[in-house]
């Protein structure tokens, strides 16, 4: 087997642990190597981090959310000012920025299909919906997204979600009853 010298200096911290580890497995060459592979080994279990996970991490540097309580939230939401709420998520486009600042572009250049991943994800991670799943139905995607905040919060949802794609040129279809929200979301224009 080949050997290579090498000469480092480590800080008196790390000193103290390869004396230990010495001790241990006998020689500071035993312990250098057993960390290295330790290290290769270490790397390769790292998992891969999901959409949810590099969304958090994103919207955690943008400080753009406030975490607040689920049942303070319904509260919120069933007292609030319908129209004025509206008007504050359609002119902020709030939801917009949220996919923008995933996908790190404009909403103009994500695909159909990006704008409605990133939907997804968004409501996910908010944990504003208990579900959200869509299907590809060929000329549509059909997107059914169920929650248990009332009907006030179907309605403003349907909403901001219809607004976001309308302001894209996108067609599409919602209808709402108080804990589920049907959208149709077509494909060619």
């Not at 057993?34 to 955690?60: C, D, F």
């Not at 509206?86 to 996908?103: A, G, N, P, Q, W």
């Not at 159909?112 to 000329?139: A, F, M, Q, R």
């Not at 919060?153 to 901001?160: E, N, Q, R, S, V």
């Amino acid at each position: 087997m080949k050997t290579h010298r090498i000469s480092t200096t480590i800080s008196q911290k790390h000193w103290e642990l390869l004396k230990k580890h010495a001790e241990k497995y006998e020689t500071q060459q035993k312990v250098l190597e057993l960390a290295l592979e330790n290290l290769e080994n270490s790397s390769r279990q790292i998992p891969e981090l999901t959409l949810e996970e590099k969304y958090w991490m994103r919207l955690k540097k943008a400080k753009s959310l406030v975490i607040i309580e689920r049942n303070a939230f319904k509260s919120l939401i069933d007292t609030a000012d319908i129209e004025l709420l509206s008007e504050l998520f359609i002119r902020d486009k709030t939801i917009e920025y949220t996919i923008e600042l995933f996908f790190r572009k404009s909403l103009d250049e994500c695909g159909l299909k990006e704008v409605i991943d990133g939907l997804v994800i968004n409501l996910k991670i908010t944990n504003w919906v208990d579900t959200i799943d869509y299907k590809d139905c060929g000329s549509y995607y059909k997107m059914i997204i169920t929650h248990d905040l009332g009907s006030t919060f179907a309605k403003l949802l349907t909403i901001w979600i219809d607004n976001m794609f309308k302001t894209r040129k996108i067609k599409i279809e919602s209808t709402h009853s108080t804990k589920t929200i049907f959208t149709k979301i077509f494909k060619n224009q």
